[in-house]
RNA sequence: GCCCUUGUAGUUCAAUGGAUAGAACAGGAGACUUCUAAGCUCUUGAUGUAGGUUCGAUUCCUGCCAGGGGCACCA
């Protein structure tokens, strides 16, 4: 409908005005009482013409009037000279028709259709233990891969785990040192400890600074030697840990990329463009940009052991997405503190493949802070992504004991868990940083995960008892007035489709509030399941509609539907 | 010092340059012998500051104030 009405609008303004090409807006309304959609096109020509917004939109909607298509119920000029257009309820009862039919693809877009998007997220560093900054990074990721499926885009999930750097070496180093070379490990915690060890002690005693750095290369060349042996035991356990605990966020990974293999590829392009691109520099090479570009720094691509930086590995990386299949996006989402590395980066890349540049996309999300203090999971003290969801769960739980009603158990709890959890980071946009606070952002009521998962619960307990009830309408009935649930309903591909556009999946969170505060509204106030009620059916349509489209906007945030709250 | 970024109710967050700046939590009040009260209804309360562009600015530009980040061999 949005198409038709922009379609409608531009031909009232040439045969009108004779004008084209304007860039007006056909938009759901901030408030629903001014219609079901509205366009600012009046206002945006009224200076072209040098007339009076309101004249123009009269003179609009008379030729609207004339040529309106079926749906459309009344066309109405309100405020500065907005042209506002309501719908009829024939209309929606054939949008519901329309979401119950479509069932899982209901809200999907096909923009990216037949193209081949890859997302990289949650990349962890082997030897740091998985914190909540990589719970934040791997909500969002896996919603923006989710977006980039719903595109109808064929879609590679990618993770690039850090498994090689001098802090990888320094913790090898202590590992040696105080379990020898036979150890395996077992535990994550005594890998973690020993990393922040390891930091804290290369930084005091600059004795061992030597073999650290014999260690480093030992590792970068995959030369055998017991530290060869122990880090590849060690890097075993560490994907097979971050493998579990990314399931249980519900996330999978077609691809891995390390950032060994990669920092080999990035020194071979590096070293292959000096001086073209990158110049030496006491003993390292460098990219220097231009003088124009004030805003990015000199970095180190390659350091002057020979070593490979992050900046070089970054390079290697965009080689290997770019040459493993044939992709036409690619997605990386990283914290903000990154962005100058990867502004350097990609304006050194411009220069080798244009189009590494072009087909990249870099989603950057603010960091959290864990009750005031920022998270370094160098220092240590930093909670654990796991910790953080058993604790969740265990509030989960025992405010199910408290609730009077059916004990909920089992997986369900962890998926209110994690709906929280997930809600806490996706509901604002991306890029600000999130001042996280168990005891206020984890919240179970008001503007929650489990809030719009019990909307969800609760409409699909009615339609269980509605079972037998023939939902079949082919009209709404004479007497039904609309609700606001069916305005907001029609609404909920266009939100898709922005949040694709933007990449951002908390335009899909306020719209879920916004749909289950309709729904709860509606509910609160209507009963839907009336023995001999004419209207039933149709409620009961409209039930399964809301909860459809739930189910399929919080599956585009990786939040699960509980079977029962 | 240079560059980037953020500032909205007491708190946590919304608002493609548009209509009366929306929610939630906290505070105050209330309804229900009815399909799940993690719910519903009503209510108090906000654009850091000074200018500029515009018919119209939370949004764009400039100065100032305050927070965060980056600035060569960490990632």
Redesign the pocket.
């Known amino acids: 409908m949005e198409l038709t009405i922009t379609a409608l609008i531009e031909h009232a303004l040439r045969e009108t005005f004779s004008i084209e090409g304007v860039s ?2 056909v ?1 759901q ?3 629903i ?3 079901d959609y ?1 366009t ?1 096109a009046a ?2 020509i ?2 072209q013409l040098g007339k009076n ?1 309101k004249e123009i939109a009269e003179a609009l909607v008379t030729y609207l009037e004339e040529n309106k298509t079926i749906g459309i119920d009344t066309i109405t000029i ?5 042209i ?1 257009f309501s719908l009829t309820k024939e209309y929606f009862a054939e949008q519901l028709k329309t979401i119950l039919e479509q069932q899982e693809q209901w809200g999907s877009s096909d923009v990216h259709k037949g193209k081949h998007i890859l997302v990289e997220h949650s990349s962890p ?1 082997l030897f740091k233990p998985f914190h909540i900054g990589h719970v934040m990074n791997n909500a969002i990721g896996e919603s923006i891969k989710r977006l980039a499926q719903a595109s109808s885009a064929t879609v590679t999930a990618m993770t690039f785990p ?1 498994d ?4 990888v070496a320094k913790t090898i180093f202590i590992l040696l040192e105080k379990f020898g070379t036979d150890f395996i490990p077992t535990d994550l915690g005594v890998l973690g400890d020993s990393y922040v060890e390891a930091t804290k002690r290369y930084d005091e005693d600059e004795s061992i600074h030597a073999r650290v750095k014999e260690i480093a290369d030992n590792l970068y060349n995959s030369t055998p030697s017991p530290e060869w042996t122990v880090y590849q035991a060690c890097k075993k356990f560490n994907i097979e840990y971050f493998e579990k605990i990314t399931a249980r966020l519900g996330s999978h990974f077609d691809t891995y990329i390390y ?1 060994s293999e990669a920092g080999a590829v990035g020194k071979e392009i590096v070293l292959g463009h000096v001086p073209a691109v990158f110049t030496e ?4 090479v ?1 990219y ?1 940009p231009e003088e124009s570009r ?7 691509f ?4 020979g ?1 490979p ?3 070089a ?1 970054d390079i290697g990386l965009l080689s290997m997405k770019f040459h493993q299949s044939p992709i036409d996006l690619s997605i990386f989402i990283t914290d ?6 990867f502004q350097v980066v990609l304006a050194a890349a411009e220069k080798l493949h244009t189009e590494w540049v072009e087909k990249s996309v870099h989603v950057h999300h603010g ?1 959290m802070s864990f009750k005031g203090q ?1 998270m370094s999971s160098r220092l240590g003290g930093v909670p654990l992504a796991e910790t953080l969801i058993d604790t969740v769960s265990e509030e ?1 739980l025992e ?2 004991q408290n ?1 009077g ?1 059916e004990i ?1 158990a089992g997986d369900i709890v962890d998926e ?1 868990a994690i709906a ?1 959890l997930k809600f ?1 980071i996706l ?3 991306a ?5 996280f ?1 168990p005891e ?2 984890l ?6 995960g ?2 719009l998962q ?2 969800t ?2 409409a ?3 339609l269980v ?1 509605a079972e037998n009830l023939d939902i079949d309408f082919s009209a709404a009935p004479k007497e039904w007035q609309t609700t606001n649930l069916e305005k907001m309903l029609i609404h909920f591909p266009e939100v898709v489709t922005h949040a694709i556009e933007a990449w ?1 999946p ?2 899909i969170v ?1 719209y879920l ?2 749909l ?2 309709a729904f ?2 509606w ?8 023995e001999g009620d004419d209207t039933s059916p149709y409620k009961v349509a409209l039930t399964k509609a809301f909860a459809q489209t739930m189910t399929n906007g919080l599956q585009l945030l990786g939040i699960k539907v509980p079977s ?2």
């Open positions: 007006f807006v938009e309304p901030k408030d009482s001014h219609g509205s600012n206002l945006v009224s200076k917004p309100a405020g500065a000279g907005f506002n560093n850090s090689i750097s001098l802090g950032e520099s006491e003993g390292a460098v220097i004030k805003d990015i720094n000199t970095a180190v390659i350091n002057s052991q070593n930086t992050y900046e590995k903000n503190q990154q962005v100058p590395h960091r920022k989960v405010r199910s609730s009603k909920i209110i929280a806490s509901r604002a946009a890029g600000k940083d999130i001042n606070d206020t952002s919240s179970f009521e008001g503007d929650s489990p809030y019990y909307s619960v609760r699909k307990s009615i008892k951002s908390h335009f306020t509030l916004e289950s505060q709860n509204s509910y609160g106030t209507t009963k839907i399941l009336v029962k709250m």
